[in-house]
């Protein structure tokens, strides 16, 4: 077991080195930087000018050498300055990652706990109306894109109420602070409840035809029992599997719906920063997502390992 | 028969059908048979001639839809099963009636442990401690013999096995106590040696607390050696009943017969090999479209006219042998 932890914890760090430079690169591909764009909006180029403020930012030097300074910034703990505010990129970032990490949590909460028993009562009921209704509600949660919805909610909250609900920076009780994060929270885990409730279904449709469910049923089981005890357990493993991937697919849907509900989180921030390519909010940003990512698949296979006794981690 | 108190099963005219695209088929047409406390009878057939869900019509754990239980009665311990709500069965369920599954490596949760599995049968019917049900499952355990019962308790169906793991079914199945065991092909998917033992665990256990067992199997060696009494099944009918000694003595019915002319005999030394083993010419008749005199006469070799055209009765043959055959006075002249 020591011996996989150590050995995946190494394949996590040649991943994340991986993305590194992957990220890096790309943002360089980009045509134009910060002061490209500085420049073009005052209209006048005076060319040396523009060198002077690409050295101070330090754009003019080899990309391997700007590479270099960042990483070894970065294991140091610099993370370097914004080009647009000029303040420490760390503290840009730090203050915005709760606000994110609250919508994606309850958006995850969300779709787990809707999901998971929507899905078992689909299996358990298949065929019948609910069941079709069910898979109806799941269909079109998993075709709305989440700003479509958020949209909608947004209108539709105009349209009954005459006001819209913004966004609380600092909400005094714990009922506030949920109603700041439920709404965008809801559409964001909208898609994830749809997919969790259809993969927990099939997922629960092929266990429920095993021998050991009529073995549980022959004890004298309740049906409860049978399919939340005895299915679940059983049926959870794809279901762990996708939300985790969808835990990495949230930030996605993230950037959108921070943005339509206004929310000052790290998603909406770093497609401003990307605007501005500003760099080091851009790449740091992006590699803290990465660890993220990466933790989730890690976390994800441990869990396969509580959950199935049958799985074991070893040499 | 017996005296009434000591049966602890009865069932009458069972008539079990599917509803299914290409029509309703009978899987049970009109079965009875009882079981005495303490007695072992052998339900035996081939593939499809309604064996299984004649096991599952008792637990009353027929598939519906498709399936559906649409006459008879089946009387446990003077209870019929048949009126009881699905409430009232569960509590009848792994308490007086329990079933033994023909696979044993599927037949066990896999995401639980063995002890906690058959903890959890004892808690759905007695009203103790989990630390008193933790013991009565270790106590199962060391009863169907498994070494270390409490280590064993603590371990996964998968690191046991496929015999193993029939010893925790079995355990698992009577650790209530029940009345009446159903065991469906309980040895057929264990090694030869296996079997054997399973057997025999079975029947030592079934002695020491008195269950009434009803074994299903296709295999006539495991009937000669376990039963009393044998049902041969044929289309979802019984065709034939009558003690083990009776049947191997003097089968009454084509089918019986031609059951037990297919078991490959071990040539004895000097003797050269049968060159062909004995077989059951045909298949079994669909279900949704039974001949309307006997199922069997397709494929009998002693039909005539009037088997085509009539269903014979169950005739009684003294000593409670039973056939249904309009010939069978014939077969036990060439038997």
Known sequence: MFAYLVRRLFLMLVTLFGISVVIFFLLRIVPGNIVDILFAAAGYVDPADKAELEKQLGIDQPLVAQYLHWIGGL??????????????????????????????????????????????????????????????????????????????????SVAMFGQMPIFNPNPKTWLEAFATYAVPAAAVG??????????????????????????????????AAVNYH????????????????????????????????????????????IRWRDYPIVQNLVMFIAVVVVFANFTVDMLYAVFDPRIRYSE | MADKSDLVLEVKNLKTVFFTNSGLFKAVDDLSFSVKRGETLAIVGESGCGKSVT?????????????????????????????????????????????IFQEPMTSLNPVMRIGDQIVEAVRLHRNISAKQAQNIAVEMLRLVRIPEPARRAREYPHQLSGGMRQRAMIAMALACRPALLIADEPTTALDVTIQAQILALMLDLQKELGTGLVLITHDLGVVAQTAQRVIVMYAGRKVEEASVEALFASPKHPYTRGLMASIPAVPASGVPAQARLN????????????????????????????CEAEYPPLADWGGGHLAACWRAEEVAEVA
């Open chain 1, 75 to 156: 294991l140091r703990g610099d993370l370097g300055y914004s080009y647009v505010s000029e303040k420490p990129a760390l503290q840009e970032i730090l203050p915005r990652i709760p606000i994110t990490a609250r919508l994606a949590g309850l958006a995850l909460l969300f779709s787990a706990s809707i999901g998971i028993p929507l899905g078992v009562i689909s299996a358990v009921k298949q065929g019948t109306k609910l069941d079709y209704a069910l898979r109806v509600v799941s269909l079109s949660g998993l075709s709305l894109p989440s700003f479509w919805l958020g949209l909608l909610i947004l209108t539709a």
């Open chain 1, 190 to 223: 909208f898609r994830s409840a749809a997919l969790t409730m259809r993969i927990t279904r099939s997922s629960m449709l092929e266990v429920l035809r095993q021998d050991y469910i009529r073995t549980a049923r022959a004890k004298g089981a309740s049906e």
């Open chain 1, 230 to 273: 005895h299915a679940l357990k059983n049926a959870i493993l794809p279901v762990i599997t996708v939300i985790g991937i969808e835990a990495a697919f949230l930030i996605g849907g993230l950037i959108v719906t921070e943005t339509v509900f206004n929310i000052p989180g790290v998603a909406r921030f770093l497609v401003e920063a």
């Open chain 2, 55 to 99: 096991a599952l019509s008792l637990m009353r754990l027929v598939p519906d839809p498709p399936g559906r239980i649409v006459g008879g009665s089946v009387s446990l311990e003077g209870t019929d099963l048949l009126a009881l709500d699905e409430t009232q069965m569960r509590r009848v369920r792994g308490n007086r009636i329990s079933m």
């Open chain 2, 279 to 306: 077989e059951i010419p045909g298949t079994v008749p669909s279900l949704v479209r039974l001949p309307k005199g006997c199922a069997f006469a397709p494929r009998c070799k002693l039909a005539i006219k009037r």
